[in-house]
């Protein structure tokens, strides 16, 4: 323990189930340190700060619900029962991480919720202990508010104004209760409102109403008063309205350059999500919504690539892919069973397997040179985080401690919660969301879209007009589309089973497109399929 190197704090607190051990508590620039004695043994957890995502102070009360002294009127938690349990003068501090564990059985890693409960009561009147409690907790807090901002790639990013997001701002969220088989207000409800009430993250909620609303909302709106985050809940189209919103503001590139966006999976495919948590490791698949919700509590933005397309009829902004033929039509077409949800590509794609479809067009492309793939694949400064940004050196090497990441090696600390006082233990109860008002909406049309008709348009300006919209944002450095291309490009001219273009790893949680993509690595990962394939070396290659 001694290897915590400068503790900011450190105080000893006690077990009543196990009256002769006690625990050593120390809380230093990156970790939080508890060391178990019993006797002669001695057991250490380190939970790093980027792990914790927030902690409160609460008085014991008789019932089941908390009071939260940090915030009184800011109310997360129910008051059924408001009243103070005055026999136990203690202040009790609650510290919420979620740290990675370890597979026993099976190779893999998940994120499991790790409560640790401090109980002040040295001093003889509750509001002594309060302060105590509270000199705990505003320190924590301090602390892990540095720890987010530090270890981002924000400080990579010059355009990035890291002091936009302070203490108290909102973020904004989005939910579309049409995304997927229409579980996102549930997922808001029951796995989201719990992360933010314990992150003490303030926000507004805006359910969408209709296609096309969310994209209006933030035209129009006054988009800098939610500085900690636009966040979408749903699928990648709501984020794609948000993103193609912006870029309807003339003051687009302040936005971009200011706001970090998020996004929840709530939808059916879920590509960026999916995409952003596999670029920085992290055990997506076994609780997509909880990783996702802690990317954005933990707030280490992830630059990501943009692209701008012109299509015959308009200029759209994209971040995920676009497609022409097999997987847009098992996109659109599969719209029809949305009420199922994800395994609606899988049925989609055996029905348009079997009525395999070839389209005629033409393709321009400049290819990226091998030693770029190559640095790109290999290189870490494209994923976004950093390992050592996440875990900065502040534990020297010791045998004795057991670090967030392989926890389950310790069994003594393999437990969800652990509760630590001054005398006996109390059982505390979680707190409870709060809960929002929801209103049903009417059903909608996906925006999917196959482009068959090749385009004769012009590569547009800086400041183009789709259908009396004005679209700003930056300009094409591709050639026009109706002029020839330049020497070095590749073009090929014919029959095609599916052209598709991504920009991320996933174009959905469980279709792993482009496996040397890094999401800002500022390359169109292409997959060619022409015409003459057989359908076996189709489903090889799907
Ligand atoms: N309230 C609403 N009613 C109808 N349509 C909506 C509503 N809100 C948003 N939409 C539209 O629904 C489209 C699809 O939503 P979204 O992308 O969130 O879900 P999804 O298609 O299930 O997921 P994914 O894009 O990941 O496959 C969006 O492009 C948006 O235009």
């Not at 202040?91 to 059985?105: G, R, T």
């Not at 496996?515 to 060619?528: A, M, S, T, V, Y």
Request: charged share 25%.
């Amino acid at each position: 323990m001694e290897s915590i190197v400068n503790p900011v704090l450190e105080g000893n607190f006690y077990t009543s189930s196990k009256k002769k051990s006690f625990y050593k508590v120390k809380l230093s620039e990156n970790y939080l340190g508890l060391l178990k004695t019993n006797g002669s043994l001695i057991k250490t957890k380190i939970v790093s700060l980027q792990d914790i995502i927030g902690c409160k102070c609460a008085r014991r009360r008789k019932n089941v619900s908390e009071k939260c002294e940090c915030h009184p009127k800011n109310n997360v938690f129910s008051f059924l029962e408001n009243t103070v349990d005055e026999n136990d003068i203690s202040a009790y501090l609650h510290i919420y991480s979620y740290v990675l564990k370890d597979f026993i059985i099976t190779s893999g890693q998940k994120r499991e919720r790790f409560k640790i409960t401090l109980r002040f009561r040295s001093f003889s009147h509750y509001e002594d202990n309060l302060k105590e409690a509270l000199k705990w907790r505003n320190t924590v807090k301090e602390l892990i508010e540095k720890t987010r901002w530090k270890s981002t790639l924000l400080r990579n990013i010059e355009s990035y104004n890291e002091t936009v997001t302070e203490k108290g701002d909102k973020i904004l969220i989005v939910l579309n209760p049409k995304s997927g088989s229409g579980k996102t207000k549930e997922i808001f409800k029951e796995q989201v409102l719990p992360l933010l009430a314990e992150a003490d993250l303030e926000y507004d909620l805006h359910i969408t109403k209709a296609r096309n609303d969310a994209r209006n909302l933030i035209k129009s709106s006054n988009i800098l008063k939610w500085k900690n985050g636009l966040i979408t809940i749903g699928g990648d189209g709501v984020l794609f309205e948000i993103i193609n919103g912006i870029m309807e503001r003339p003051d687009w590139k302040h936005i971009i350059n200011t706001i970090p966006l998020g996004i929840i999976p709530g939808g059916s495919g879920n590509g960026l999500a999916k995409s952003l948590s596999f670029c920085t490791n992290e055990p997506y698949d076994q609780n997509p919504v909880l990783i996702s919700t802690l990317n954005i509590i933990k707030g280490h933005p992830i630059p990501v690539d943009l692209v701008r397309l012109e299509t015959h009829s308009e200029v759209v902004f994209s971040f995920l892919s676009f497609g022409w033929g097999l997987i847009a039509d098992i996109d659109i077409e599969s719209e029809r069973l949305r009420m199922i949800g994800a395994p609606r590509f899988t049925i989609w794609s055996i029905a348009r397997l079997i009525g395999l479809r070839t389209y005629t067009g033409r393709l321009s492309f400049l290819r990226v040179p091998d030693n770029k793939i190559k640095e790109v694949i290999s290189n870490e400064k494209y994923v976004g985080l950093q390992i050592q940004d996440m875990y900065p050196v502040d534990v020297e090497n010791d045998k004795n401690f057991t670090s967030s990441m392989d926890c389950n090696s310790d069994s003594s600390f393999d437990m969800d919660s652990i509760s630590l006082d001054t005398g006996c233990n109390q059982r505390q109860n979680d707190i409870t969301a709060r809960t929002e008002s929801f209103y049903s909406l009417h059903s909608h049309k996906s925006v999917y879209h196959s482009d068959k008709a090749s385009s004769s348009y012009l590569s547009l300006p800086e400041i183009t007009k789709n259908n009396n919209k004005i679209i700003y944002g930056p300009s094409s450095q591709l050639p026009a589309l109706n002029k020839p291309v330049p020497k070095s490009w590749e073009v090929y001219q014919g029959e095609f089973v599916m052209v598709h273009a991504s920009y991320q790893s996933h174009l959905a949680g469980d279709v792993y497109f482009a496996p040397g993509c890094k999401p800002n690595d500022g390359i169109i990962w292409l997959l060619i399929v022409k015409a003459g394939i057989s359908r076996v070396n189709l489903l090889q290659v799907c």
